[in-house]
């Protein structure tokens, strides 16, 4: 059989199959030693040992990940990628002594950004999270979840949306789109965040639904569940809207307070609950007899200095699907690189290697819709593969600070490569 692309020779193969891997069984690698992966037309068609795939398919193209090691690309599922402006001045302010809730009832914080980025066009959007996403690719991040929620006014957010759906049909990235529009309660709206509430349900919402099918079959509605942003209850309401909308919905919660908005998140069917460091018990227990994905988001806390992460071995011990992400923003986690987010995740959230590379793919991908497509070596499944500067999985937790990543492939493609 004649094929596109095979990628041979790999010290260690990772399929990283069975996805979503829940509590104790998260760190499946499906390792094949000297294996190789067979592409034709963007998609999978065989993985295995090197002399089996050799003796099965002719290769138009071959690619040698001789002591390397090769993976599926990293799935990057919670980002705030679209922004303008930077923050340095905060990251001073911090080592000085402020706090986060200090910082944002100074002016600064989310809403510093959203007046940088209301001022901007959707041309400037683009041009200036564009660089930001071709670093990410550059690490192996071949999928991306992008919010809005920098904008907090209807015209701004859909301007946010529009740049999404602008670097999207761009690529060579997949990128799954999520409304953010209950980031922060804007400063115009101060002592009235009900009537806010109002206009993210009743005008922000079906007018960005409007507009969902520009970008993507799948797209998401979040909501900041905590204190100083959105309650539980009025969470709740922007969520079950966003439902009837046709959204999915995610939920950040549990970030510095746990106020129940998990177990809400899981009685709605979200598909993830991101953040949660400070969670109660028995959300940790709701959370783990569902499907809603516990998302980690290491580089905050490390932006912010904090010494509480969310704590991985509860979520695995009840069962939990556990996903990390970079949290990638202007304020607290300025993180372009998911290998970064694996040392982080191997140093504070006491994870193995292993246990991290599946939850930055496989589990990563179940958390924003995409299982079915990326985040594993599967036959049927979109080749998105990284050939690793490496010989040993190993080292991508290990090491830190560089760029493990040689290769990029994506849907079957070289899209970005080291020199």
């Known amino acids: 059989m004649i094929i596109d692309l095979l990628i041979d020779s790999a010290a260690q193969l990772l399929t990283i199959p069975n996805g979503p891997q829940r509590g104790g069984a998260l760190g499946e690698l499906g390792l094949v030693e000297d294996g190789a992966v067979a592409i034709l037309d963007g998609k999978i068609v065989a993985v295995g040992p090197t002399s089996d795939l050799r003796a099965q398919f002719t290769p138009r193209s071959t690619l040698d990940a001789s002591r390397s090691v090769v993976m599926p ?11 303008v402006g930077d923050r340095a001045n905060e990251f001073e302010m911090r080592l000085a002594g402020a706090t986060y809730m200090q910082i944002m009832n100074a002016g600064g914080g989310i809403m510093s ?24 690719l550059a690490h192996g991040a071949t999928t991306v979840e992008i919010k809005t929620g920098y904008g907090l006014d209807t015209a701004a957010e859909l301007r946010l949306w529009e740049a999404i759906a602008r670097l ?29 509430v109002d206009l993210v349900v009743n005008e922000m919402l079906p007018a960005v639904s409007n507009q969902q099918s520009a970008i993507s079959n799948t797209a998401y509605a ?9 309650t539980v209850e009025q969470s709740r309401r922007i969520l079950e809207r966003a439902r009837v909308l046709g959204f999915g919905v995610k939920i950040h919660a549990d970030e510095f307070v746990g106020l129940g908005g998990t177990r809400m998140g899981v009685e709605l069917g979200a598909a993830s609950a991101d953040h949660v460091v400070f969670t109660p018990d028995e959300d940790i227990a709701a959370l783990g007899k569902s499907n809603t994905v516990a998302v980690s988001l290491p580089p905050t806390p490390f932006g912010l200095a904090q010494k509480e992460y969310t704590p991985a071995k509860k979520f695995l011990d009840a069962g939990a699907i556990l996903a990390i992400a970079t949290d990638c923003n202007p304020g ?23 246990q991290a590379l599946a939850a930055a793919t496989v589990n990563a991908a179940f958390a924003i819709g995409l299982a079915d497509r990326v985040g594993s070596l599967e036959v049927g499944k979109q080749a998105d593969v990284l050939i690793i500067d490496a010989p040993d999985y190993r ?14 492939i994506k849907r079957g493609q070289v899209v970005a490569e080291r020199e």
């Open 73 to 83: 690309g990293f799935v990057d599922p919670h980002t705030h990628l679209v922004w």
């Open 113 to 136: 950004t959203v007046r940088k980025t209301r001022a901007a066009s959707v041309d400037q959007l683009a041009e200036e999270t564009r660089p930001r996403l071709r670093r990410m």
């Open 168 to 196: 999207q049909a761009e690529g060579p990235w997949d990128i799954v789109p999520t409304f953010l529009g209950a980031h922060a309660v804007p400063e115009e709206y101060k002592d009235r965040e009900e009537a806010y």
């Open 222 to 230: 979040d909501v900041f569940c905590e204190e100083g942003a959105f």
């Open 332 to 354: 607290t986690g300025w993180c372009e690189s998911m290998q970064f987010v694996v040392a982080l995740a191997c140093r504070y959230l006491k994870l193995t290697p292993a």
């Open 395 to 408: 080292h991508i937790g290990y090491r830190f600070g560089t760029n493990l990543v040689k290769t990029v």
